[in-house]
């Protein structure tokens, strides 16, 4: 036998033993090779993901690299810390430590190009339905799959060199350990638990601290808490894992009448060596599931928001000017003209908005003319409008309102022409997106609004009303390059501290265009991102238990042999995995629960859209995942120390 | 009266080689009893004792634990079973490395769910009569091999068990430690009458026993009881021992002396 064969046989006839590392290359190869097959698909060329930048995508790619490098070294760490006695067997039997390496580096090789096929091979299996789901997603067309050289290059290049590198590092630079010690196995319980009750203060205090500067995220704070949240999050967390869970089981611990009580004392004395043994992998893991959960929130938040978009913005364009608008006449025609060159069809609906004083608040609130928006209602298909004079109903600014509004009644004079108006209805459904009207909107009679011959008391300080050109586009997506000098004007003034330009311009299938392509950018990285860093997070409490099994299942043998039934072994090994899984992905969760409250805050005063069903659902999905995951761990694991 | 009896019970190993380590073995333990059981390596000590422990099952024949049979219990009253009224003492000891002294002698009340102030009495009393008071509070990595057994012991008797079954208590000490732990063994027995059932290769330790069971091969090879004096005790456990090793007197080839 010779010393290929000798490393070869090793891996074909250990393969059970490699089959962990094995799995963790397999699908670290596997998720790489379907991205990158997306990323050189040839019409990613050709720009059918409209403005999504290939340069993100590389990024991710990038970062997808480092961290299966990260991965493959971690994963490889473990599997030859568990293999320490079978090493100590070899040098015993006086083999070289070169020799060691090169044995190691030859496993390697091996399990990693037979890791590389099989990603491939499954990976080009797999890619038409990924694509497929990718199309669904960003509603394209067609999404083709294809052949071409440059991701399978790629994949085995990136790859090769990772398995290349990581054996000789992982072997070269591993500190040399006397035999003996490696013969009687890793002995992990050695230490003696610190902590310090100072840190383990901090770490909830900076928690806590910055849980509650989340909460208090207003649009105006945002930018400043942005920069501090991250770093006080990440700071506690770390003391947290480190002093602040070794100082609540020690509290525990002193309580006997708790800790000794109905055989707890067990799990709860394996707390204090688990997170002494895990606390940095519980950082890691926690961060690394943070920003999985991040992603995959924001990407229901976003297709909340897209699927929303549709009835959020009734109007495919929307020219909103002051009453003495100098453009007015041209903006409109140039409009105009540039639909019919287009050949879109469109309603146009001119409005002409008067503000006035309501008695009951006070305050202005905008008053509409009924047949004004009839006019709109009917090119809408929705019920017309039907009031009598001294009658007035509400325009709802929200889906929200609609409720609100409803059972409302409101007695009202409109000071400047002492006109009472009863207002007792809302509109049934949004007619105008809520960045156009103010929350005051009403609809009054025709003959009612003859009445108002008096401005606004503000006037000349504030705008005495406003005309409105709405143009509802049944093709509104098409609208996209229409107006578009009169929109980089008002996107030009938005900049500017002050708004000054005496009009606005809103083009919802332009802004469409840029929300769907952000979209599109956050599902392709944001999923591919999240499947790894949870697939990652996962793997690394696998590869801990699988390192320590075997101290694990002596501790079992003993107990056993004292005296445990297996409903109670299954019992122990629940609350010996249960906390490994879930306190750093509890802890994740928590953060970016605060973090979905805040964004929801700022989402709420920007665009009004609530994403809490979405979240629900996409955590929902991860939590089952996770529960799947812990039961198969649990499964595997109680095969194990049973026999 | 016996506490166990042990009645013709055979083991057998079925595999690619098919191996009798137990053959119509029978005898009894008397209450109160401190016994030793000798033989040789691969006399089928260890399977013997495993049988006792009731984690393996005989091939053939009954062993009898006050009327209870243990061969009739299912898995869970079996584990039940062990945690009452057995109790261990292993040769490394097996001191769970992340509890402290404390909690692994009260680890087999916790896993019966007995009430804390039940654990603290009866640690209190097997503190003192067993001198752990030093280190009381320190983890098993800390003591030494002597203190650790002495530990193991207090776990095996907190419970206060029917029998103590301990494999090779002394194997891992050196001298002075193994006469502590023997005399501690031999005056828990006298004084609270506990059973002990020890397997040894030592016959320093077997001559600290009431009467020592030889075995080969699986089958009964002799007994002695113990006399006035332990040194002609133990001379004649080397008796034995040379007749075990092969027929030759004055053979000791198969026994490790100490």
């Known amino acids: ?643 | 009266m016996s506490i166990l009896q042990v009645r013709d019970v055979t083991k057998v190993y079925e595999g690619k080689v098919t191996n009798r380590a137990i053959n119509q073995l029978t005898f009894d333990v008397e209450k109160g009893e401190f016994l030793a059981i000798m033989g040789p390596s691969g006399s089928g000590k260890t399977t013997l004792l495993n049988l006792i422990s009731t984690i393996d099952k005989p091939t053939s024949g009954e062993i009898i634990f006050n009327d209870i049979k243990p061969l009739n219990l299912n898995n869970t009253e079996l584990a039940y079973f062990r945690r009452r009224e057995l109790g261990f003492v292993f040769q490394d000891f097996n001191l769970l490395p992340m509890l402290t002294v404390e909690e692994n002698i009260v680890l087999p009340l916790t896993l019966d769910q007995k009430p804390v102030q039940v654990m603290e009495e009866r640690l209190q009393s097997l503190v003192n009569r067993l001198d752990l008071k030093s280190f009381l509070y320190k983890r098993p990595n800390e003591i030494s091999g002597g203190q650790a057994q002495r530990v193991a012991i207090a776990r095996a008797l907190i419970h206060e068990p029917t029998i103590i079954l301990a494999d090779e208590p002394t194997g891992n000490l050196d001298s002075n430690n193994s006469r502590e732990v023997l005399e501690l063994l031999s005056k828990i027995n006298k004084e609270k009458q506990a059973t002990i059932l020890m397997v040894t290769h030592d016959p320093i330790a077997a001559s600290y026993c009431d009467r020592v069971l030889f075995i080969k091969d699986g089958e009964f090879f002799n007994e002695i009881y113990r006399d006035d004096r332990r040194q002609t005790f133990f001379q004649r456990i080397l008796n034995v021992l040379s007749l075990l090793g092969g027929g030759k007197v004055g053979d000791l080839s198969s026994i490790r002396l100490p």
Do not use: C
Request: aromatic content about 16%; charged content about 15%.
């Open chain 1, 1 to 643: 036998m010779t010393f290929h064969q000798f490393a070869y046989r090793n891996v074909v006839r250990n393969i059970r033993i490699y089959a962990a590392f094995f799995m963790a290359s397999f699908f670290s190869v596997f998720v790489f090779f379907i991205y990158s097959m997306l990323v050189f698909h040839p019409k990613i060329e050709n720009g059918f993901l409209g403005t999504v930048p290939i340069f993100w995508m590389v990024i991710a790619e990038i970062i997808l690299v480092l961290f299966s490098w990260f991965f493959i070294f971690y994963s490889m760490k473990a599997f030859l810390e568990a293999r320490t006695r079978e090493f100590a067997i070899l040098l015993h039997l006086g083999m070289e430590r070169r020799q060691l390496s090169k044995l190691v580096f030859l496993e390697t090789i091996i399990i990693g190009t037979i890791s590389i096929m099989f990603g491939i091979l499954f990976g080009y299996a797999f890619s038409k339905f990924f694509f497929m789901i990718v199309r669904e997603i960003l509603m394209l067309d067609d999404l083709p799959l294809y052949f071409s050289w440059e991701p399978f290059v790629l994949t085995i290049a990136v790859y090769l060199s990772a398995f290349i590198f990581i054996s000789l590092f992982s072997v070269h630079f591993a500190p040399e350990r006397k035999i003996i010690d490696l013969m009687t196995g890793s002995k992990n319980v050695h230490v003696n638990v610190l902590y310090m009750k100072r840190k383990a203060i901090i770490g909830i205090v900076f928690i806590m601290v910055g849980y509650i500067l989340a909460l208090l995220t207003t649009r105006t704070t945002l930018f400043t808490f942005t920069m501090f949240i991250p770093i006080l999050i990440t700071i506690g967390t770390y003391y947290f894992f480190s002093d602040t869970a070794q100082f609540i089981v020690d509290r525990v611990k002193n309580k006997k009448q708790v800790y000794w009580k109905k055989s707890r004392m067990l799990p709860i004395a394996e707390q204090t060596f688990i997170l002494k043994n895990n606390g940095k992998m519980f950082f890691v893991v926690t961060l690394v599931s943070t920003l999985a959960f991040l992603s995959v929130g924001l990407l229901a938040a976003l297709s909340s928001y897209t699927s929303q978009y549709d009835t959020l913005n009734p109007l495919g364009l929307i020219y909103k000017g002051h009453i003495n608008n100098p453009y007015e006449d041209e903006h409109i025609a140039s409009i105009v003209s540039e639909l019919e060159e287009k050949g879109l069809s469109y309603h146009l609906t001119s409005f002409t908005v008067l503000k006035q004083t309501s008695s009951t608040t006070g305050y202005g609130v905008e008053v509409f003319k009924e047949s004004d928006v009839n006019n709109l209602l009917f090119s809408y298909g929705y019920p017309m409008v039907r009031l009598s004079q001294g009658q007035g109903m509400f325009i709802p600014y929200s889906e929200d309102a609609i409720n609100d509004l409803s059972e409302k009644v409101v007695h009202t004079v409109l000071l400047e022409n002492n006109v009472s108006i009863k207002i007792d209805q809302v509109y049934p459904k949004l007619i105008f997106p809520s960045s156009i009207v103010g929350l005051n909107s009403i609809i009054i009679s025709d003959e009612d609004f003859k009445k108002l011959i008096h401005p606004y008391n503000g006037f000349p300080e504030f705008e005495p009303g406003y005309h409105l050109f709405t143009f509802d586009i049944p093709q509104w997506i098409e609208t996209k390059e229409i107006g578009l000098p009169i929109q980089q004007k008002v996107a030009q003034e938005y900049l500017k501290d002050d708004y000054l330009l005496p009009y606005y311009f809103e083009n919802a299938g332009l802004n469409y265009s840029y929300l769907l392509s952000a979209y599109s950018l956050f599902t392709l990285v944001g999923l591919l991102v999240a499947a790894v860093f949870l697939l990652a997070a996962g793997s690394f409490i696998y590869f801990k238990l699988h390192t320590n099994l075997d101290s694990e299942k002596r501790k079992f043998d003993v107990l056993k042999r004292m005296g445990i039934s297996d409903g109670e072994l299954k019992k122990l090994v629940t609350k010996y995995l249960f906390p490994q899984f879930f306190l750093p992905w509890g802890v994740a969760l928590i953060h970016s629960l605060f973090a979905f409250i805040a964004l929801q805050n700022i989402l709420e005063n920007i665009a009004n859209i609530s994403i809490v069903k979405e979240l629900v659902l996409a955590f929902g999905f991860l939590i089952a995942i996770q529960v799947t995951y812990f039961y198969l761990i649990r499964w595997r694991y109680i095969a194990h120390v049973r026999d």
